[in-house]
């Protein structure tokens, strides 16, 4: 069964998990793609079957530029997996893309986890780790098939107030 | 179809020891606890027809355990759950009773959560394989209940300035609570200072934000309130429940903001709707303290206080006991044990009953000092009403309302 090996952890991706194959294998190719609905042109993540919104079946792959900013974010300082312990502290962010905000309702938006890294895929310094940032898709390539989207900070100007847990 | 509403009674309450070593086997613990239980209610062996109980692959199914006791169940169900399936599950007791199905149900929770299946994500929870919807997520390292919810936290100190002290004081008030409870794993009284100079596990949570992985089983038996006026205990009724109601997008909850409200936003309505009270009429909460911040973030979307203001609800002395309606009299998951929301049940039932198992000589006939010193009772003086707020995650809850 394809699977691929990261951080000690066994990420499986079965040649019938519809959902998931193509979204790894997109970002493979350096691609952010996200299932869009054909019927009310809404797009969606994590991928999934039906709309959320008109539980439409029908869907078609729609690229987004891959800009965002930090809506929420935590900083592990001790890892669960064993893989991560060298990693600490790290940093896992919500990440609002710049695509449908606000759609279709005011609170709703197209968000995604993932790390916040440098360039080189090292885990961002704690102190630059701040709601508001703006961050750009970087992608982490794992195998020829699999590839992780992360995030990686940009000098563009924040998106609303910066703010970060005191002290 | 017509309200169920004072139809539905909890008749009797039992657990093992709390402790960080059972040695023995889930099967053997859920034996036990049901037994305190069925004693509790003056139930022999002939008195429980239906189990149910809830795990995550890390238990014992009823009907292994039915066997140990003697019981020949005309129904069973085994469901796949962690917190918030308590009260969903004495919903469902309710709703097979009434259909005819079985007479009396006994509910269980065993596991050992310390010594064998971790419930804080490590060891066996750590390698397994990552598939489907987890790779949005474990992947990145967020893999245990702190790292999956403490986002939703973060987000509400953005949005409402909530600090990281104002929730310290849900730990230092469910351990003056433990300090009360001989069979609390942690007894000793913390201070907010403690709680914030406690190491970090996830920013914004130290340690002391954290509850006590366990090995423990409990239960709760669960009948018709006309077969409950024949028990031994006076009948706890059930007044009104709701049972993993959810937010919108539970598959990737972050995706319907905002993110900092959590399931008792679509909750309250029905169960507050079923039981015809308002949360000024609640004498005792029980909300689910898998971290501090979720006690905060529950009291304030069922409406003990304005949105936003969980915060300085939790720090004003009003969740302690001698305050205006404690939390968590037992000291619960922080300090007690974590049992994944069953005791909460099981302390409001006694709350009730007016039996809490304090350090008063007389506490379990009715007796108690209502000093709330160190060591002494946790008795709530004339407890009339009390309600749990359960908790699986931010976007999944349960609640129920109990009176006397």
């Given amino acids: ?167 | 179809m017509g309200s169920l509403k004072d139809k539905y009674c909890i008749v009797g309450v039992g657990e093992t020891e709390y402790s960080r070593q059972s040695r023995r086997s889930t099967r053997a613990m859920a034996v036990e606890a049901i037994k305190r239980a069925m004693a509790d209610a003056g139930l022999g062996g002939d008195g429980v027809d239906g189990m149910m109980s809830y795990q995550g692959g890390d238990s014992t199914p009823g009907n292994w355990v039915s066997a140990d006791l003697g019981l020949r169940l005309n129904f069973y169900m085994d469901i796949m759950g962690g917190g918030s399936s308590t009260e969903a599950l004495i919903g469902l007791a309710m709703g097979a009773i009434e259909a005819g199905m079985c007479q009396t149900v006994a509910i269980f929770r065993s596991m050992n959560g310390y010594s064998d299946f971790r419930i804080g994500g490590t060891g066996a929870r750590a390698a397994q394989p990552v598939r489907g919807l987890d790779l949005a997520q474990v992947p990145f390292g967020m893999r245990s209940a702190g790292q999956s919810f403490a986002p939703t936290f973060m987000r509400h100190m953005y949005e409402y300035g909530t600090t990281s002290a104002q929730v310290a004081h849900v730990r230092a008030a469910h351990s003056k609570h433990a300090s009360q409870n001989p069979k609390a794993l942690l007894k000793e009284r913390v201070t907010v200072d403690d709680v914030l100079g406690s190491r970090w596990i996830v920013k914004p949570l130290h340690l002391l934000d954290c509850c006590v992985e366990t090995d423990n089983a409990t239960s709760v038996i669960v009948t018709s309130a006309e077969r409950a006026r024949d028990l031994k205990k006076k009948p706890v009724y059930i007044m009104g429940v709701a049972g993993r109601v959810n937010k919108p997008r539970t598959d990737f909850h972050w995706a319907h903001g905002p993110i900092s409200r959590v399931a008792g936003y679509h909750a309250k309505d029905i169960v507050f709707g079923q039981a015809g009270i308002t949360p000024e009429d609640v004498d005792v909460t029980g909300s689910y303290d898998a971290f501090t911040f979720t006690t905060m973030l529950q009291l304030e979307e069922y409406g003990f206080c304005k949105k936003g203001e969980g915060g300085q609800y939790v720090s004003s002395g009003i969740i302690e006991l001698g305050g205006r309606r404690p939390n968590n009299t037992s000291g619960s998951h922080l300090c007690e044990g974590y049992t994944h929301g069953m005791s909460m049940v099981i302390e409001n039932v006694r709350q009730l009953r007016g039996q809490v198992d304090d350090y008063c000589p007389g506490g379990a006939d009715g007796q108690h000092s209502y000093d709330y010193a160190k060591g002494k009772c946790r008795q709530v003086k004339n407890a009339r009403i009390t309600m749990n707020l359960g908790w699986a995650m931010p976007a999944t809850g349960s609640a129920l309302i109990l009176h006397n």
């Avoid at chain 1, 969606?44 to 079946?57: E, I, K, N, Q, T």
């Avoid at chain 1, 893989?83 to 905000?101: C, H, I, M, N, S």
Wanted: glycine share 8%.
């Fill in chain 1, 1 to 167: 069964m394809p699977s691929v090996e990261y951080r000690g952890m066994n990420l499986v991706i079965p040649e019938n998990d519809s959902e998931w194959r193509e979204h790894f294998k997109l970002a493979r190719g350096h691609r952010l793609m996200l299932r869009a609905c054909t019927e009310c042109r809404l797009m969606r993540y994590p991928p999934s079957h039906g709309c959320p919104w008109c539980a439409s079946l029908d869907w078609t792959w729609q690229p987004v530029g891959g800009g965002g900013h930090i809506y929420s974010y935590e900083i592990v300082a001790h890892a669960i997996q064993p893989g991560f312990k060298e990693w600490t502290p790290y940093a896992v962010v919500l990440v609002e893309l710049d695509e449908q905000r606000g759609q279709p309702t005011e609170h709703e938006g197209l968000r995604i986890i993932a790390n916040l890294v440098t360039p080189d895929f090292r885990p961002e310094r704690e102190d630059n780790v701040a709601i508001g940032k703006r961050v750009r898709v970087i992608f982490q390539d794992l195998n020829d098939d699999f590839a992780l989207p992360q995030f990686t900070l940009t000098d563009e100007p924040p998106v609303g107030r910066v703010w970060q847990l005191p002290g």
